[in-house]
């Protein structure tokens, strides 16, 4: 865990996936068991509800309960964001003060969705009144392959002047001039979600990352974070060839699997049972027999 003296976002940021049963309820020893190992491993925060953690499938009392869960299993020694996204203002709204009540530090939004905007303006001026509006800080989440509606670069840029927007989550080699722009600032964190480019991501100044496999594969993540940090960009590359080869057997080709085989990764070290709230299919013999052979291969714990 990296020390931080500031409240700036920064390291290993574990986008974490949900725990739930067979009714698709959390599933409260899997959620303390997760956030337990994840802070005893180092990671510098954990982001609830992000699209790994099925956040659009999960019902609103549920992700309630699985924030009040996570903050107070952290007690405090790492930040806990929550993505409160909803399709409107309303919704999110309302969601947004459901996580803050529960403890969250700070809040994670995404554009509308569902409907594209026909002005990018609307964009704007959703995340100024939410910041605006939130008792916590606001972290922008920009993955336009989900909402169909990007948030441009210089409009970024704009908003991070809103004091109460401190950052983004994004794919930095896909915003690259806004990278240029922000990159180096006290007030505002860039935090890269592409697990494919996370050393060079960290080399060209990235404060954090937020991969997707880190529920599992934590140890490696933060180790990678470390060696970029330190220079050691060979050691930080081998890392990332290493995850690249993890994330693929345990997510699948064009990851066809990637909830089923992460929640079922976990599952055979004990940290949760593997319900996801999605559609994806059940696993095959033959792709559990994979992902188990990965979880060994790799000394995965």
Known sequence: METNNSNKLKGVICPMVTPLDERENIDEAGVRKLVSRLIDKGVDGIFLLGSMGEFPMIVEEEKERLIQITVDEAKGRVPVMANVSAEGPRKTERMMRKAIDAGTDHVVLVPPYFYNVRDEREIKQYYITMSRNSDKPLVIYNIPVYTNNPIPPGMVVELSEEPNIVGIKADLFANL?????????????????????????????????????????????????????????????????????????????????????????????????????????????????????????????
Request: net charge neutral; hydrophobic share 40%; with cysteine.
């Open 177 to 301: 001039p806004m990278f240029r722009q922000l990159r180096g600032r006290d007030d505002f964190s860039i935090l890269h979600g592409n697990e494919g480019t996370l050393d060079l991501a960290l080399e060209l100044g990235a404060d954090g990352i937020i991969p997707g496999i880190s529920s599992l594969a934590v140890d490696r993540c933060v180790e990678l974070y470390r060696k970029a940090r330190e220079g050691d960009t060979r050691a930080a590359g081998k890392q990332q060839l290493e995850l690249a080869n993890i994330q693929e057997a345990v997510f699948g080709k064009k990851a066809a699997h990637w909830g089923t085989g992460h929640k079922y990764a976990l599952s055979l070290l004990g940290l949760c049972q593997p319900f996801v709230a999605t559609t994806l299919l059940p696993l095959e013999e033959r792709q559990k027999e994979r992902i188990a052979a990965a979880v060994s291969e790799y000394g995965l714990s």
